[in-house]
């Protein structure tokens, strides 16, 4: 061999060069979807954002099933139709913030950046994320749904009621990671976001009526847990897996789902579009 | 190769105007709070080859090319890239240049392959297309064994290369590469230094930046050097050689004690400054006309000054960066 390796890759990657050439825009749709596929992969890479998400989850309906359940329901199987539901909701809600956690990832490593550069429909990034995100979502959804089934409940509300309360909760987390989006472009940096996250979401889905009934508490603490959004979410979801929809609840959820997209999905676009 | 890159550069050059400026700039201006990082800012790259921007760490070096690949929105002031203003006319700007930031961007979970399939998808191609790209440029890049890898696995020159791979998988016309060698080994380094020049035989204009003056002279048609958001000098490497003297002279004593008597002789008979090397018999000073060196070397030997070394030669790129940036760093020393 006469030829060094450098002059090797010379020539290779002047050939490559000459047959880069420029095909059609991809459009808004074939980019979105090209940023879901990159969101599953992702989950294919990296399954530990799942098991970190869905561990605590089933420890919680496991332990709170068997060693509370006859305490505050009379028996673990009659406390399941109401922890399921509530476990459910705290479980989906929980994740979203990993909406924030990726957004602020990828500004971090530049990867932000690389796609800034690019001649794309710049919101495709934040589509495709959502589809990667209702994957997340339901495979979690599945999870506690599968779980609680096998521990014994069966919801009255039938497949029906279960298939409509995840979609409820769905369109309320979209709504949700709104804010996280605006908190993943304005925080520095991916534990800034855990932070802010934890400290938002655990007195959320805590203060809340997941593990028991508010009339069951403090009068003070049951003013707060009656306004705190997640109350009413599982509120809605319950009566949608109990099979006897509660209209104010789900209205009330669709309300706030709209507002948070009002509010919060200009904001994020403003931020996302004039990002320095 | 060159009959090669000869082709390319047939088939590629038709879209460049003559005497075109890939790059202009006015009075460019990037304010971080009170932080002048770019501090008005004039550059000219001419179309074709590689222009260098070469400056220490924290001259504004990334800060003025992510103003230029329209990430960072310029304070105030100018920049026109391929003819396009880069915040009237971001997207237009955007379909024509690609940027290798100083940093890897590629998404670390994912392999070599899914990478550049997803960039080949947002250009545009189709998903069988976007494959075949993707497995063509490993190929080139030398990657094809760890196209299945994570990215997060690779090694630093290698994570350099399907950087670079990735903004090629169109051919841009204007191609950013910020600090693409630094922290690699001379092997890599040469590798990236190949790429470069195929880049430009293949007829896109390379700007990039480097803390190597060596490497400045090496890849680069002409260099801006830059130091605390302005620019200080630019031109070819030979001009700027030029402009800092014609040369500089290198001489050392026999004995160490007749340094101070040597110092005296040269100062006094070539009328520039002379500097004391680390060295206790060396002595380096820049001589601005180079007729009066050989008298130097007469009227040391008149002095009984023994020397062991008599050389001028070009200053290296780093006098000229000490030349040019020395009193700044005095200022500060004496402020
Ligand atoms: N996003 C930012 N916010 C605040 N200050 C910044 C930001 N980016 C850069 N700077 C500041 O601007 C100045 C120039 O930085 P820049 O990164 O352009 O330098 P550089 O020439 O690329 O240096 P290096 O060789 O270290 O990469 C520095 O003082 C830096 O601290
Ligand atoms: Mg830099």
Same mark, same amino acid.
């Not at chain 2, 038709?14 to 550059?43: C, K, Q, W």
């Given at each position: 061999?006469?030829?060094?390796?450098? %002059? /090797?890759?010379?020539?290779?990657?002047?050939?490559?060069?000459?047959?880069?050439?420029?095909?059609?825009?991809?459009?808004?749709?074939?980019?979105?979807?090209?940023?879901?596929?990159?969101?599953?992969?992702?989950?294919?890479?990296?399954?530990?954002?799942?098991?970190?998400?869905?561990?605590?989850?089933?420890?919680?309906?496991?332990?709170?099933?068997?060693?509370?359940?006859?305490?505050?329901?009379?028996?673990?199987?009659?406390?399941?139709?109401?922890?399921?539901?509530?476990?459910?909701?705290?479980?989906?809600?929980?994740?979203?913030?990993?909406?924030?956690?990726?957004?602020?990832?990828?500004?971090?490593?530049?990867?932000?950046?690389?796609?800034?550069?690019?001649?794309?429909?710049?919101?495709?990034?934040?589509?495709?994320?959502?589809?990667?995100?209702?994957?997340?979502?339901?495979?979690?959804?599945?999870?506690?749904?599968?779980?609680?089934?096998?521990?014994?409940? /069966?919801?009255?509300?039938?497949?029906?009621?279960?298939?409509?309360?995840?979609?409820?909760?769905?369109?309320?987390?979209?709504?949700?990671?709104?804010?996280? %989006?605006?908190?993943?472009?304005?925080?520095?940096?991916?534990?800034?976001?855990?932070?802010?996250?934890?400290?938002?979401?655990?007195?959320?889905?805590?203060?809340?009526?997941?593990?028991?009934?508010?009339?069951?508490?403090?009068?003070?603490?049951?003013?707060?847990?009656?306004?705190?959004?997640?109350?009413?979410?599982?509120?809605?979801? /319950?009566?949608?897996?109990?099979?006897?929809?509660?209209?104010?609840?789900?209205?009330?959820?669709?309300?706030?789902?709209?507002?948070?997209?009002?509010?919060?999905?200009?904001?994020?676009?403003?931020?996302?579009?004039?990002?320095? | $190769?060159?009959?090669?890159?000869?082709?390319?550069?047939? *088939?590629?050059?038709?879209?460049?105007?003559?005497?075109?400026?890939?790059?202009?700039?006015?009075?460019?201006?990037?304010?971080?709070?009170?932080?002048?990082?770019?501090?008005?800012?004039?550059?000219?790259?001419?179309?074709?080859g590689v222009y260098g921007v070469l400056g220490p760490n924290?001259a504004?070096?990334?800060?003025?090319?992510? $103003?230029?690949?329209?990430?960072?929105?310029?304070?105030?002031?100018?920049?026109?890239?391929?003819?396009?203003?880069?915040?009237?006319?971001?997207?237009?700007?955007?379909?024509?240049?690609?940027?290798?930031?100083?940093?890897?961007?590629?998404?670390?979970?994912?392999?070599?392959?899914?990478?550049?399939?997803?960039?080949?998808?947002?250009? !545009?191609?189709?998903? !069988?297309?976007?494959?075949?790209?993707?497995?063509?440029?490993?190929?080139?890049?030398?990657?094809?064994?760890?196209?299945?890898?994570?990215?997060?696995?690779?090694?630093?020159?290698?994570?350099?290369? *399907?950087?670079?791979?990735?903004? *090629?998988?169109?051919?841009?016309?204007?191609?950013?590469?910020?600090?693409?060698t630094t922290?690699?080994d001379p092997r890599?380094r040469n590798?990236?230094w190949?790429?470069?020049?195929?880049?430009?035989?293949?007829?896109?204009?390379?700007?990039?930046t480097t803390q190597y003056l060596d490497e400045a002279d090496q890849l680069a048609d002409r260099i801006a050097v830059i130091d605390r958001?302005r620019v200080i000098a630019e031109g070819t490497s030979g001009e700027l050689k030029a402009s800092v003297g014609s040369g500089a002279l290198h001489v050392r004593v026999a004995d160490a004690a007749q340094r101070d008597e040597a110092v005296r002789v040269l100062e006094s008979t070539l009328g520039t400054e002379a500097v004391r090397e680390g060295d206790p018999c060396a002595i380096s000073m820049r001589v601005e006309d180079p007729v009066g060196v050989p008298a130097a070397l007469a009227r040391l030997r008149d002095h009984g000054v023994a020397t062991t070394e008599f050389s001028l030669g070009q200053p290296s790129l780093d006098e000229v960066f000490l030349a040019l940036t020395g009193e700044a760093v005095h200022e500060e020393v004496n402020a």
């Open positions: 061999m006469t030829v060094d390796a450098g %002059t /090797r890759m010379d020539t290779k990657v002047a050939a490559a060069l000459g047959s880069g050439a420029r095909p059609a825009a991809a459009t808004p749709l074939s980019s979105s979807l090209t940023f879901g596929w990159r969101a599953l992969l992702k989950i294919k890479h990296v399954p530990e954002q799942l098991f970190d998400v869905t561990m605590f989850p089933i420890m919680f309906t496991l332990m709170f099933t068997y060693i509370f359940g006859g305490a505050i329901a009379g028996s673990p199987k009659e406390y399941l139709p109401y922890l399921a539901p509530g476990i459910l909701v705290q479980t989906v809600v929980m994740i979203t913030m990993y909406t924030a956690m990726t957004i602020n990832n990828d500004i971090e490593k530049g990867v932000f950046d690389r796609i800034r550069s690019l001649p794309v429909w710049r919101p495709s990034l934040l589509v495709g994320s959502l589809l990667g995100d209702t994957l997340r979502y339901t495979m979690a959804s599945s999870i506690i749904i599968v779980l609680t089934l096998v521990m014994g409940y /069966r919801p009255a509300g039938g497949v029906v009621g279960v298939v409509s309360a995840i979609a409820l909760l769905l369109v309320f987390c979209f709504s949700l990671s709104w804010i996280w %989006t605006l908190l993943g472009f304005k925080l520095r940096t991916p534990n800034a976001v855990m932070g802010v996250s934890m400290m938002v979401l655990f007195p959320l889905t805590f203060l809340s009526n997941v593990f028991v009934a508010p009339e069951t508490m403090p009068d003070v603490l049951e003013s707060i847990v009656k306004v705190n959004p997640v109350t009413i979410l599982v509120d809605a979801a /319950r009566s949608l897996m109990d099979g006897d929809p509660d209209g104010g609840a789900i209205t009330t959820v669709l309300i706030m789902s709209a507002v948070l997209v009002a509010v919060f999905g200009p904001l994020t676009m403003r931020v996302f579009a004039n990002r320095t | $190769m060159t009959r090669i890159a000869v082709f390319l550069k047939g *088939i590629s050059c038709g879209s460049m105007g003559p005497m075109s400026y890939a790059i202009e700039t006015h009075d460019l201006v990037r304010i971080f709070g009170d932080n002048r990082a770019v501090d008005g800012v004039d550059l000219r790259v001419p179309s074709g924290g504004g070096k990334t800060t003025t090319i992510r $103003m230029l690949a329209t990430l960072l929105k310029p304070t105030s002031g100018t920049a026109l890239v391929l003819g396009h203003d880069v915040v009237a006319e971001a997207g237009v700007v955007r379909s024509k240049v690609a940027m290798t930031g100083q940093f890897a961007s590629l998404d670390e979970d994912l392999t070599g392959t899914e990478n550049l399939v997803m960039l080949a998808r947002l250009y !545009g191609f189709s998903w !069988g297309q976007a494959r075949q790209r993707s497995a063509e440029l490993l190929d080139a890049f030398d990657l094809t064994d760890a196209a299945d890898r994570q990215v997060k696995k690779y090694s630093g020159g290698m994570r350099r290369r *399907i950087d670079i791979a990735g903004s *090629i998988v169109v051919r841009p016309d204007l191609m950013f590469l910020d600090e693409p922290g690699l890599s590798q990236v190949d790429i470069v020049r195929a880049l430009v035989s293949a007829g896109t204009t390379v700007l990039l958001g």
